[in-house]
């Protein structure tokens, strides 16, 4: 009997999975001699079940105990045999294997950060861990590592056990409730942690690399605020054991939002200015709700995927309302609301409920429903709703109708219409959208009523006294000339907004400008450094000099364009020019991060000087795992190659 994918979760409960991966510690390119064990319960009578497993090799497969009849095609471990219902088994077995995705080994080969870590998320655990790529089967994963001593390895639950064990150590995790497979995930590098607990007692748990103590604060500021906020505004306790972070290296995404084990770029540990610029707050927020929704209810299928992402990023919008305030909140939801109606404008909207809708969709019109919906039904009906939901459908998965169900019967009316309007139709209903947010927001009325794309005399006043930062930001982005020496006492915003737009710089304002290389802002600091470069070729040894020892985010913006600005400069002799030539090529190598490769690739094709390294490093960043840079060096090469033909 062949079972295929959708029939396999009514044939068979796979309930708790006891697995072991050995860390090959002279290549550390792959596990070797992982042991398994899962229990599982047959639903309906079968003579067969699978895992999912890519590209494994297998021994000692027994069921049971006994050796039993199986086939490995690549993908799937078939297990053959009489399987009657409501019997219970024990699947034990041996695997072997060395990922190509899903587990990432970074910095082995090379100098650089040594790093394993995994991203399972789509149908990806199966590339380093049998599993079941279903998100509806939900298993219990209690897992152990044996890994290499001086690092730390990080997964799922709770750390029962540290043991040294023949000159390496055995990390055994352990989970007390079940999650689909994509959430499994394991970290392993050099980290430090910071610990705090939640108000109701969990263990909140902030790994950081040993170099970066100082940035500690600023890169999970608000952690433990926005946990305990979160907790009691969705009004069910947090569901795990504990909650961990881990920054790693060129992670594919902001963040992940594993089962009690959140991993997300390390591009979002920064100092407290690069916070100003560039913080993790907000993704913080969502990968913590995602605890809720999205590993506690798990959407059943892509078609309502809106149930994880829409709700994690609602939730992290009230967590930041809580941290910033009313007119921040409010402006994002209009921020959304410009988004999504460019996204329809293009022909690109699509129905909350289609499975290829863009991330815009399932993120950003999923929270404006909740939103909408709140504001219909009422505060309480809604967190009531919310409440029972989770409790009706925890560790289960779901469907829209199972949350507008609950919702209908609280506030005791049909939302059939609404559905139709939010949800199913497939523009966004901006117009609704944009009136609600001004029958709830001063501030954004505010902001409408100020726009200076047709110039008029009020203008000018508004970035003297009036208007908000937002507002001063929008006139300055339509009207430059209207900046005067008085706006430059504004705030980082606006000022950073200077930066941005005013490029031609007056004499009258010189010395304010200049003042903008002292911000705490690495954004501004980078485009003030270009514009009184290119508007003062005399006075560029004095900006020089001012911002050498500025390096700015981890992809190094302000770093880089001074390097290439100090190459432009021939009687700035303050430094070896090839030296300063060497170090920007290097910043192409393979122990840098995606983002900052990047832009040294786009410097040296600017200024024409990608050498015989950088043209080696970018032929190599081919096969990085990386799909963003990835895609850069095959455009890359392809624009070199078109210009020699």
């Not at 007119?327 to 329809?344: A, M, N, P, T, W």
């Amino acid at each position: 009997m062949s079972i295929s994918f959708a029939q396999q979760t009514d044939v068979v409960d796979f309930r708790k999975v006891e697995a072991l991966v050995v860390f090959n510690q002279l290549t550390v390119d792959s596990t070797i001699y992982n042991t398994y064990e899962v229990d599982f319960k047959i639903l309906k009578q079968t003579d067969s079940i699978y895992l999912d497993a890519v590209n494994m090799e297998f021994r000692h497969v027994a069921l049971n105990e006994v050796a039993v009849t199986y086939k490995n095609n690549d993908k799937k471990l078939i297990i053959y045999g009489d399987f009657q219902k409501d019997s219970e088994h024990k699947l034990s077995f041996i695997f072997f294997n060395a990922p190509k995705k899903a587990m990432y080994f970074l910095g082995w080969e090379n100098e650089g950060r040594n790093q394993i870590w995994t991203q399972g998320q789509g149908k990806y655990t199966s590339n380093w861990l049998p599993s079941i790529d279903d998100t509806n089967d939900k298993i219990e994963f209690d897992l152990k590592f044996l890994g290499p001593k001086g690092y730390e390895i990080i997964s799922n639950g709770k750390l029962k056990s540290k043991e040294e064990t023949a000159g390496s150590i055995l990390w055994s995790y352990d989970m007390e409730k079940p999650m689909s497979s994509y959430l499994a995930a394991v970290a392993l590098g050099k980290y430090s942690k910071k610990t705090e607990t939640s108000k109701n007692g969990i263990p909140l748990e902030y790994y950081y690399y040993p170099e970066d103590s100082l940035k500690v604060e600023p890169t999970y500021r608000y952690s433990k605020q926005m946990f305990d906020f979160l907790e009691e505004e969705i009004g069910f306790a947090f569901p795990w054991q504990n909650y961990k972070q881990v920054p790693v290296h060129d992670f594919l995404y902001a963040g992940m939002e594993n089962t009690s084990c959140t991993i997300f770029s390390d591009a979002f540990v920064v100092d407290s200015i690069g916070f100003n610029d560039k913080n993790y707050v907000n993704v913080n927020a969502h990968e913590l709700a995602h605890q809720w929704f999205g590993n506690l209810v798990t959407a059943t299928s892509g078609e309502y995927h809106w149930l994880q992402e829409g709700f994690a990023t609602y939730y992290a919008l009230l967590a930041e309302r809580e941290v910033f305030g009313d007119d921040y909140f409010y402006f994002k939801l209009y921020e959304s609301i410009v988004d999504l109606g460019r996204q329809d404008l293009e022909g690109n909207g699509t129905s909350l409920l289609n499975p290829k809708s863009s991330s815009l969709t399932f993120y950003q019109r999923g929270a404006w429903v909740l939103h909408a919906l709140r504001t219909i039904v009422g505060n309480k009906v809604f967190k009531i709703a919310i409440k029972n939901y989770l409790k009706k459908h925890q560790f289960e998965n779901v469907q829209t109708s199972n949350f507008i169900n609950e919702v209908e019967r609280l506030y005791g009316q049909s939302l059939t219409s609404f559905v139709n309007y939010w949800i199913k139709a497939k523009n966004f209903p901006v117009d609704s959208a944009l009136n609600l947010l001004k029958t709830q927001s001063t501030f954004i009325n505010e902001y409408l009523m100020i726009d200076c794309e047709v110039k008029n005399s009020k203008c000018s006043e508004y970035l003297k006294y009036y208007a908000s930062d937002e507002a001063k930001v929008k006139i300055i982005s339509q009207a430059p000339e209207l900046v005067t020496k008085d706006v430059f006492k504004s705030g980082l915003k606006v000022r950073q907004a200077i930066s941005q737009y005013v490029t031609k710089i007056s004499k009258e304002f010189k010395e304010e400008y200049e003042s903008l290389l002292d911000d705490k802002s690495y954004i501004t600091i980078e485009n003030a450094l270009y514009n009184l470069w290119v508007n003062f070729p005399l006075e560029r040894s004095k900006y020089l000099t001012k911002t050498r020892n500025i390096h700015g985010f981890s992809d190094k913006n302000v770093r880089l364009l001074w390097l290439v600005l100090n190459l432009n400069t021939p009687y700035y002799q303050a430094d070896n020019k090839q030296v300063i030539y060497d170090e920007l090529v290097s910043y192409t190598g393979e122990k840098y991060n995606a983002d900052l490769r990047i832009k040294a690739f786009r410097y040296l094709d600017l200024i024409k000087s990608c050498n015989d390294k950088c043209k080696s490093n970018l032929e190599n960043a081919k096969s990085h795992h990386n799909w963003r840079l990835v895609k850069f060096a095959k455009q890359q090469i392809e624009k070199s190659q078109q210009k020699q033909d």
